[in-house]
């Protein structure tokens, strides 16, 4: 269930922050990237390095380990 809920959330966050790239791209002005949405993509972008920062953080052996542990209790 939290694996639906995220995939939820994530399809309502994903447009939302791809929206709000594409508005403060628009307001850029001078910039060589105006109206394109090159720069619209930033935000999905640093969402996946925050996501892939936090995955490199688990510790899988440790929960491979309590797993083993849960089910030997």
Known sequence: SLYAIVGKM???LGPALFALGALF???LQGAPVVNSMALAV???LLMVLVGT???LKVDVEKGREQVR???DA
């Open 10 to 12: 994530a399809s309502v």
């Open 25 to 27: 791209t628009s307001r």
């Open 42 to 44: 930033l935000p999905l």
């Open 53 to 55: 920062i936090l995955l």
């Open 69 to 71: 542990a849960r089910a």
